[in-house]
């Protein structure tokens, strides 16, 4: 049974977040879901996340999971309030203690602040499978872009978490703390060797002023296409090129923000004594 899967971009983020459900009534997956945060006043809502609670509803779809490709740096994740508002157990990669520990050195968090991934219902170990009702899935570590990234195939589609990008855009940056370019050309390596009309569904598109968003592409598209990635690139120039963009990368708006909620499974750090919720800005860190 192909999966079905609803697609949302969110263009303040550029990243696409996806409901993969059986049919209409069956069970579903969320995947990535975008938590909007408004830096300007420190304020979040709800407008992304509805649009796939919504849709949920619409298809009353019974959510067995709400999956994350990996700690984003560029949006908040709305893990915790669908969980809320829908059930399903969250899940990450096993590696996520690793990311944890850096960022809790980083933003200096509360001693308790436990790095072996608790705050997730699942921890899912390389080459994992498991259910959406009757859609085998299977998650595939693919680090890189950081040490903890999965990409999760479910029945004939291939969600790559930050690994490609459309063809014409290319490939995730290397720099965050654990990431590796040389570690994330093998991990593309391994989704590019999968059968050639698999589908493809990108993280984030940052599409140029001349197409609209896209998000799906295949396995042959890849690698005939890629700008980075392409077939014939081999390691070495791969990681030169990746090296020399990431060193002219600006870090994204949101990172500081979206870290210390995504670590967290989606949940907003405890409260200070007077019930207000706080993040921290290390100054001259990053
Ligand atoms: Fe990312």
Redesign the pocket.
Known sequence: MPAQIEAFYDPSTGTISYVIYEARGGKAALLDPVLDYDPKSGRTSHGNAQRLLDFVRAQALQVEWILET?A???HLSAAAWLKQQLGGRTAIGARIGQVQQVFKDLFHLEADFACDGRQFDHLFEDGECFQIGSLTARALAVPG?TPADLAYQIADAVFVG?TLFMPDVGS?RCDFPGGNAATLYRSVQRLLALPSATRLFMCHDYPPASRAPAWQSTVAEQRAANIHLHDGVDEASFVAMREARDRGLGMPVLILPAIQINIRAGALPPADSNGVHYLRIPLNQL
């Open positions: 990996h984003h740096a560029d872009h930050d995730a």
